[in-house]
């Protein structure tokens, strides 16, 4: 079955960065377009960015621009966002999306907390 797997958030300070990492199994990954999404604590979940099977384009939430950085390993199956310059702001469950000819899939999510 589809299975993504996050994993890479923990506690940053105010300007640190960090590696997401999606684990995907279950489909044929170099297929499919993938995406990054956030939830804040109260908030609804949000697109942040997503990038083609091949890994050739990337798009982003305009205010995720200039940050986020969304890549994929398609021999390993493995998608990744880096994020720079974190602020308090970006504290949030990260979550991986597959969107399937079979239906719209999601990790578990990673949390990544901003704090001082």
């Known amino acids: 079955q589809v299975q993504l797997v996050e994993s890479g958030g923990g506690l940053v300070q105010p300007g640190g960065s960090l590696r997401l990492s999606c684990a995907a199994s279950?489909?044929?990954?170099?297929?499919?377009?993938m995406n990054w999404y956030r939830q804040a604590p109260g908030k609804k979940r949000v697109w942040v960015a997503g990038?083609?099977?091949?890994?050739?384009?990337?798009s982003y939430a305009d205010s995720m621009k200039g940050r986020f950085t969304i890549s994929r390993d398609n021999a390993n199956s493995i998608l990744w966002l880096q994020i720079d310059s974190l602020k308090p702001e970006d504290t949030a469950l990260y979550y991986c999306?597959?969107?399937?000819?079979?239906?719209?899939?999601w990790g578990q999510g990673t949390q990544v907390t901003v704090s001082s």
């Open positions: 999306n597959a969107e399937l000819l079979v239906g719209n899939y």
């Open positions: 279950g489909f044929t990954f170099n297929n499919y377009g």
């Open positions: 990038i083609n099977s091949a890994g050739s384009i990337t």
